[in-house]
């Protein structure tokens, strides 16, 4: 009987740009709340206005399919505890976006911070290829330590059977224990948490060293095989003492990402996947354990370096960075504060769904028309091309991925936007096409007419009255 290899055929990660000083939050409260100070070293990832667990789960797919034929994709799964829709699934859009085909199956994983693992597993479990992304912009009262210990971010794992393997998933441990460490009920936006000095003791201290060592039993190995690992979901330092109580070596552990990026709670334990990818050697045993209602832990064994295919990482996600030391804008971005923007702001923004519908290969896979006469793309396809005047001669062709640059821009700070000014312009893609598009994420340096520009999904409207999102697509300058 012949055992199918299952594991690792890809990786990928985003993680915004922006990266909030936790010495800004800090000071904000000083008045309140002094204490916060000891916790005010390093900085922690923040969204924009329109990001969120979809943008990023879409932009890191983007970048574990490079180089990959997304035709053969069977499946993406979602794991989140911060997705937008209770009741439409946010996998489906995940999809649509990366331009995955409809016969891949979609779906949305989470009620808890483990759920990215326990994704993951699932997947490794068969061997058609299917994405697992997690993804979350978590959310923290003012003033909350968690404030200060939540970051946003999402990873992306390529999985299925092969030759081409990364990396073989060789076995998993699970343990679900109602160890209640924190809740949020589903109405509510920030949650609450227990006291961390018993969540070490008695939970992560109990529970997880007895899951790792239950698996490594199981595969006949031992901690001084471990090459790499990471524990997501505790304290700060529950990797150290975990490694400690199994006997694995201090230079073994993962990067916890605590001081760049902060606890992206599903996500965190994939980009520590990620991290351990991006450094392992073949031969190399990788174990990853989420802590959370108990505990999910998985190895793997590297076979091979990654090819060099573009990709951002971790590593590249890192390096994008923009400092950011204005605590009131992450509230305002975050929904925390309410500012009066003006009778500029007080528009309808209800979405067709019926035109949503019609066109969403256009508005989520950003996909024009490229004429079967004259070559000519354009956006948005149109029965007729602006070149030749042929008609119903254009065919799909997609911009997500086509270089462009800026052709004419303007800052508007007349116009309302959540993050003025709102820059404005036509974008030039080197295959021709060119449309007035939001260009978005613009750094201090600013813009200029050739100024190149990449894509990326984001949430163009927000329907308050509705509860409803439309995404599109803009532009940002690579930084």
Known sequence: MTVTRTGIRSFGAYLPRRRLQRAAIAAAHAWALPGLKGMAKGERTMCAWDEDAITMAVEAGRDALRGHDRAKVAGVTLASTT???????????????????????????????????????????????????????????????????????????????????????????????????????????????????????????????????????RLGRSAADVACFGLSGGIAGADKLVAKQLGIAPDRLLPDLQAQVGDTGAAHALLQLVAALERAKPGDLIVVAAFAQGCETLAFEMLAEPTATGRRGLAGSLAQRVEETSYLKMLSFDGELQLEWGMRAETDNKTALTQLYRSANQVFGFSGGRCGVCGTVQFPRMPACVSCGAIDSQQPHALAEEPAQVATYTADWLQYSQSPPLYMGLVQFDVGARLLMEIVDVGSTGIDVGTPLEMRLRIKERDALRHFDRYFWKATPPH
């Open 83 to 217: 997705a937008p829709y209770a009741d439409l699934q946010n996998a489906v859009l995940v999809n649509a976006a990366l331009s995955l085909d409809a016969t891949a199956g979609a779906a949305d994983q989470s009620g808890s911070t483990r759920a990215g693992l326990a994704a993951l597993i699932q997947a490794c479990d068969g061997s058609r290829p299917r994405l697992v992304i997690g993804s979350e912009r978590r959310l923290a009262k003012p003033g909350s330590a968690q404030e200060m210990l939540f970051g946003c971010g999402a990873a992306a794992l390529l999985t299925g059977s092969g030759e081409d393997l990364i990396a073989r998933f060789v076995g998993s441990e699970s343990r679900s224990i109602p160890f209640i460490d924190h809740f949020r009920q589903s109405a509510e936006r920030h949650g609450y948490h227990w006291e961390e000095r018993w969540i070490r003791d008695e939970g992560i201290s109990g529970i997880v060293p007895q899951a790792i060592s239950a698996l490594l039993k």
